[in-house]
């Protein structure tokens, strides 16, 4: 496929200098190559020495490369996210939305106008998958949980089973609690690969719109996730925890004992979080502690 870098522009409303020159595919800038769409987050000589003799490719760049490149520049002030949107757009390729014929639905179950369900998954009794989603290969979904629309399950992931919750009798042998409650996962929200997140006890565990999860992540019963928010990889979030909205959980951390992360948060890696976050603050460490405001 090949795609004028005028219409990259426009469709990003974005100023153009240069030829306008047929892409066809994007690479990193440090590896460019013929026809190839890159982008530089801020300016340095270093990258006009490399690209700046380069006639054959468009760059994706702040304003201070303009007449500083032979090729072309589409002048943005926010590269990455504008080559995302960009690659997005016009280089990946569709995803397929069917339903294998080796994916399980139950019969009560409702599945959305132009859903992809993979090989081998099981949706169950009441589920509710809204319209666009993909799930993709080996995910099960269990009953009544409810799925928004345009989200994306990765492979393997589990939604809905019960989550570990016990009390123990007079003899000391642990009782399990029952697990009445759902997930419910808002719009735009992206689970990543062999997720876990448990159903609720009587009311329902909540990953609102736009949350989204890397690989790995297991999130207990009762736990609340408020928008935009960022879950990265092999990170526990115990039982009803509440995460704000444009929070961002690093790598490998955890938090229990029903913590608040408020709206901006953001904890650091392999961070255990014990108490409760105010807003706009980062923490770090095992116990977490304040090391200061989010920017």
Known sequence: MTILASTIARFLDREMSGPDLELTHPVPAHSPASGALVFVK??????????????????????????????????????????????????????PRVISDTARIHP????GQNVGIGHYSVIGEGAVIGDG???????????????????????????GEEGFGFEFDA??????????????LGDEVEIGAMNVIARGTLGDTVLSDHVKTDDHVFIAHNVSVGE???????????????LGRDVWIAPSACIINQATVGDRG??????????????????????????????
């Open 42 to 95: 801020a300016f340095s000589e270093a990258w006009v020495d490399s690209l700046g003799p380069r006639q054959d490719i468009c760059v994706l760049g702040p304003p201070e490369f303009a007449s500083r490149l032979q090729g072309a520049l589409i002048i943005s002030d926010s590269p990455r996210l504008d080559f995302a949107r960009a690659v997005e757009k016009f280089f990946v390729p569709a995803e």
């Open 108 to 111: 009560s179950a409702h599945i």
């Open 133 to 159: 989603t993909v799930i993709r290969s080996h995910v099960i979904i269990h009953r009544n949980c409810r799925i928004g629309r345009n989200c994306l399950i990765k492979s393997s992931t589990v939604i």
């Open 171 to 184: 003899e000391g042998v642990p009782m399990r609690i029952p697990h009445l409650g759902a997930v419910v």
């Open 228 to 242: 935009n928010t960022v879950i990265i990889a092999c990170a526990e979030v115990s039982g009803s925890v509440k």
């Open 266 to 295: 953001m904890v650091g890696l392999g961070a255990v979080v014990t108490k409760s976050v105010e807003a706009g603050m980062i923490v770090a460490g095992n116990p977490a502690k304040v090391i200061r405001p989010r920017a």
